[in-house]
């Protein structure tokens, strides 16, 4: 099984981008999908997961009303919608898959994907 996050870019503060997370090998529906996400210097967080089931989702305190997560099981893939981007929201954002739950705690993902960079310049 393998994740690869796209949709990663170079944006202006208050600017919008959709990151996805693809599954291969195996299908998403199986697992409970996270988002975390690394700043240069900085430790690997938690953003955002959605439970497999799709019906419950969680977010840090820094991105709830601002980012949304969702799943299209048909399409075997996990959305990350970001708006209202800001600079502090720059990193490598990273998917993870794993158990059933909208996990915060990243070694509760057995599966992680590489990266996708955003830039949010002021």
């Known amino acids: 099984v393998q994740l690869q996050a796209s949709g990663g870019g170079s944006v202006q503060a208050g600017d919008s981008l959709r990151l996805s997370c693809e599954t291969s090998?195996?299908?998403?529906?199986?697992?409970?999908i996270g988002w975390f996400r690394q700043a240069p210097g900085k430790e690997r967080e938690f953003v955002a997961g959605?439970?497999?089931?799709?019906?419950?989702?969680k977010y840090a305190p820094a991105v709830k009303g601002r980012f949304t997560i969702s799943r299209d099981n048909m399409q075997d893939t996990v959305f990350l919608q970001m708006n209202s981007l800001r600079p502090e929201d720059t990193a490598v954002y990273y998917c993870?898959?794993?158990?059933?739950?909208?996990?915060?705690?990243?070694?509760?993902?057995?599966?992680w994907g590489r990266g996708t960079l955003v830039t949010v310049s002021s």
């Open positions: 993870a898959g794993g158990g059933s739950y909208a996990y915060t705690e990243p070694s509760l993902y057995s599966i």
């Open positions: 090998g195996h299908t998403s529906t199986n697992y409970a």
């Open positions: 959605i439970a497999r089931s799709g019906y419950s989702t």
